[in-house]
């Protein structure tokens, strides 16, 4: 949907090593956010970016990071990944703020 | 804050009837958005309907639509004549109409509620 590639689609990684998820959009959109899923919450917003080199943290923000340096490609990065971060994780990008979100099909990270 | 509630974690209908999902949602805003958004087993999540709080008016998408409560806060979604690929999880969201500060676009999510269509 809208062209939105995440990368990888499935990862495993122990505790304590980086992880990078990759968003990666062809339409242009100016809007990008990180959501994480998990059951008994729905999803929650984790970061996003209102354009290059902005970004601004969500609801469950605490050890994540993100990147922005292209209009296409929003990074998430775990510096020390923890087992509370085995989760699914989403991205989806936004043309304008009245515009709906498009979401990617989802990256579902383990963390043993 | 805004919080979004879905209290059935499972619902069930059988094949041309219909259902109906719960959402209540707690905000102090007048301006807002709600949404359902469907997540089939291929994990894609698909936007479903979507009501602005201004309109009065009840949002219809062919077999979806919803009852929209502005003073009760609450949103549910009816599926008539439900079909067999309407089987997923469904989940309703809450967004801010506030385009200033840092509320951007970004999406209060329930909990989610899991529809089993039978045959």
């Known amino acids: 949907d809208a062209g939105i590639t995440q990368s990888p689609r499935h990862k495993v990684t122990e505790t304590g090593t980086p992880v990078t998820l990759r968003c990666h959009q062809t339409e242009n959109h100016r809007y990008m956010y990180w959501y994480r899923q998990d059951p008994g919450h729905g999803l929650r917003l984790i970061h996003y970016s209102y354009g290059v080199k902005d970004t601004d943290k969500g609801e469950v923000s605490d050890g994540y990071s993100v990147s922005r340096s292209k209009t296409e490609d929003f990074l998430l990065t775990l510096e020390s990944a923890t087992s509370s971060q085995t989760s699914v994780y989403f991205c989806a990008t936004q043309e304008g703020y009245n515009s709906p979100l498009h979401f990617g099909n989802g990256t579902r990270l383990t963390v043993t | ?119």
């Open chain 2, 1 to 119: 804050a805004q919080t979004v509630t879905q209290s059935q974690p499972e619902m069930s209908v059988q094949e041309a009837e219909t259902v109906t999902l719960s959402c209540t949602y707690d905000t102090s805003e007048s301006d807002y958005y709600l949404f359902w958004y469907k997540q089939p087993p291929s994990r894609q999540m698909i936007l479903v309907i979507r009501q602005e709080a201004y309109k009065q008016q009840n949002a219809t998408e062919n077999r979806f639509s919803v009852n929209f409560q502005k003073a009760a806060k609450s949103f549910s979604l009816k599926i008539s004549d439900s079909q067999l690929g309407d089987a997923a999880m469904y989940f309703c969201a809450y967004r801010s109409g506030n385009a200033g500060g840092t509320s951007y676009g970004k999406l209060t999510f329930g909990q989610g509620t899991i529809l089993t269509v039978h045959p």
